[in-house]
C-alpha cells in the first residue's frame, strides 16, 4: 500500500540508512515538488545521489535575490532543486517562501527542507512557521529532513503528522523519542536494516 502523503512529514534517522531513498520516492508520488537543500563549500549540492537532475530537477544555486525573476521562473516548473550556504539562508528564506505562497496556489506542491537543522533546530524562522500554519490554505505539503530528532527542534517536532524514523541507536535520540513520540516499541530502531523505517503518526 503506497504511503499517504501527510501535510507535514519528517524524516530522520543515521546516514546511509535510507533517508534519502525515502525521499525520493515521496517526491517521486508528487506531481509537483521542490528541493530545498544545503550546498556544499565546493558549491554542490550536498547529497548529489538524489539524483535530481535525473528526475528532470532544475538546480538553482543561492543566493537567491529578491526581485530576480529565476526562481519564480523555475517554480513554474514541475520540480526544481534550490541549493542554498547556510551562512547566507537568512537573507533569502524570507523571500524563497514568500513565492512559494504564489506557486502553491497554482496547484498542489510539496516542499522538501532537507538538513533542516541549520534552519529549525533553535527556533523555526518565521517564513517557515508561516508556512506551517497556512499549508493547507496554500495547497502545500512540506517535508523535513536530519539526522537525529531532536534537531528538529521542538516547535517543529510538534508540527510534524508523520515521522520516518530510520535506525537509530543513540541515547539521546532514543529519550526524545521516548518523551516527544507516541508510544511504540523503541528497541526495534536499533535493529532496522537498510531503508526499513518505523512511520509515526503524531
Not at 563549500?41 to 529565476?70: C, F, R, W
Not at 500554519?133 to 496554500?138: D, E, K, P, T, V
Request: glycine residues 10%.
Amino acid at each position: 500500500m503506497p504511503d499517504e502523503i501527510t501535510p507535514c512529514i519528517g524524516l530522520t534517522g543515521k546516514s546511509g540508512y535510507g533517508k534519502t531513498y525515502k525521499a525520493k520516492q515521496l517526491l517521486g508520488s508528487c506531481a509537483r515538488s521542490i528541493v530545498y537543500d544545503m550546498i556544499r563549500d565546493d558549491g554542490k549540492p550536498d547529497h548529489p545521489e538524489y539524483g535530481y537532475d535525473a528526475m528532470g530537477y532544475q538546480i538553482i544555486n543561492g543566493p537567491l535575490q529578491p526581485g530576480s525573476t529565476v526562481l519564480v521562473d523555475a517554480m513554474r516548473q514541475p520540480s526544481f532543486h534550490i541549493c542554498y550556504r547556510p551562512g547566507d539562508i537568512n537573507a533569502e528564506l524570507n523571500y524563497f517562501c514568500e513565492c512559494l505562497k504564489w506557486a502553491g496556489s497554482q496547484g498542489a506542491l510539496t516542499v522538501f527542507f532537507d538538513e533542516c537543522y541549520y534552519l529549525t533546530e533553535n527556533l523555526i524562522p518565521m517564513p517557515i512557521r508561516e508556512l506551517i500554519r497556512m499549508r493547507r490554505h496554500l495547497g502545500l505539503t512540506l517535508m523535513f529532513a536530519c539526522q537525529r530528532p531532536q534537531k528538529f527542534g521542538r516547535d517543529l517536532f510538534n508540527a510534524l503528522t508523520a515521522l520516518y524514523v530510520f535506525y537509530a541507536t543513540g541515547v539521546n535520540d532514543i529519550e526524545y523519542l521516548e518523551k516527544n513520540g507516541p508510544g511504540f516499541d523503541l528497541k526495534v530502531l536499533a535493529t532496522l536494516g537498510v531503508n526499513q523505517y518505523v512511520k509515526l503518526e503524531l
